[in-house]
């Protein structure tokens, strides 16, 4: 098997969040429908991580509004877009080595 990763944003259920958050996520994919997306993807985030694990992906970094704000945007920015829901996952399958020489 050699390496896979996958990389993908998502948001947690809508009643995860104030109903201002609700009302905004809500029109976000109201918008993204109309312009043919399929719209906002929604996780439960430990039920996510235990789905990832089943598959088969070890390494798996779930990088919640928080994280990224922190990571991306000043410490004293208001973000009240998308982001301030938004979720970003990496997940990875180790390469497993072929010690009996099969290829596979």
Request: charged share 30%.
């Amino acid at each position: 098997m050699r390496d896979a990763e996958v990389t993908f944003d998502y948001i947690e259920p809508l009643e995860n969040y104030r109903p201002a958050q609700k009302d905004y996520l809500t029109a976000v994919q109201d918008i993204a429908k109309a312009q043919g997306e399929s719209g906002l993807t929604f996780y439960d985030p430990s039920a996510l991580l235990e789905q990832l694990r089943h598959i088969g992906f070890c390494q798996i970094e779930d990088h919640t509004p928080e994280d990224l704000k922190r990571r991306y945007f000043d410490k004293n920015a208001s973000v009240t877009s998308e982001l301030s829901a938004m979720h970003m996952v990496r997940a990875r399958v180790r390469r497993v080595i072929d010690i009996a020489g099969t290829g596979l």
